[in-house]
T-cell receptor
């Protein structure tokens, strides 16, 4: 069964460093998302991406964050200068867009630890 | 404010028993409501999805209900199994482009033998 793949599974970085979280959405899906989940808290929406541009973003997604789909298969989330409070589980999701019942399929997540 | 509230926060039941989880939402405009199962350290997996016109939907031992008038939903699990131990998250989608999901905090279910 097709699945969303995220790498790495765990990323440790120093405060102030740049990190790039990578996702390979399900092939032929058209909508892509990033969410985060701080330990013990609910999953929060960060950004959605369609047709090579951001379609919606939350107030969490400030200038320190950016997304890219560089090669038609990967979907990346970049945090320019990490802060301690960026430590969380980051989930990528993708959706087909038509005839899929509007279901978003999630990856297993990348745990980001900022020291 | 768009919010999704779930109860109880956690629940412990014996294997084979049934349970019902609750969800209240204040999301507008409403598009659909989903229940996800999230195992520890894993991404959420969709169980059911219901639109405004649907009152109930089943997926195996999982049955979800939706009352769009009172903005309430429930997830009923029948004949629980040890593998049902997980967090069950109620998620509401707004009716707009991008379709960002609004998550509840989840109910942590523990099934013991």
């Amino acid at each position: 069964e097709p699945e969303v793949t995220q790498t790495p599974s765990h990323q440790v970085t120093q405060m102030g460093q740049e990190v790039i979280l990578r996702c390979v959405p399900i092939s032929n899906h058209l909508y892509f998302y990033w969410y985060r989940q701080i330990l013990g808290q609910k999953v929060e929406f960060l950004v959605s991406f369609y047709n090579n541009e951001i379609s919606e973003k939350s107030e969490i997604f400030d200038d320190q964050f950016s997304v890219e789909r560089p090669d038609g298969s990967n979907f990346t989330l970049k945090i320019r200068s990490t802060k301690l409070e960026d430590s969380a589980m980051y989930f990528c999701a993708s959706r087909a867009g038509t005839g899929d019942g509007n279901i978003q399929y999630f990856g297993a997540g990348t745990r980001l630890s900022v020291l | 404010k768009n919010q999704v509230e779930q109860s109880p926060q956690s629940l412990i039941i014996l294997e084979g028993k049934n349970c019902t989880l609750q969800c209240n939402y204040t999301v507008s405009p409403f598009s659909n409501l989903r229940w996800y199962k999230q195992d520890t350290g894993r991404g959420p997996v969709s169980l059911t999805i219901m639109t405004f016109s649907e009152n109930t939907k089943s997926n195996g031992r999982y049955t979800a209900t939706l009352d769009a008038d009172t903005k309430q939903s429930s997830l009923h699990i029948t004949a629980s199994q040890l593998s049902d131990s997980a967090s069950y998250i109620c998620v509401v989608s707004r009716a707009r482009a991008g379709t960002a999901l609004i998550f509840g905090k989840g109910t942590t279910l523990s099934v013991s033998s």
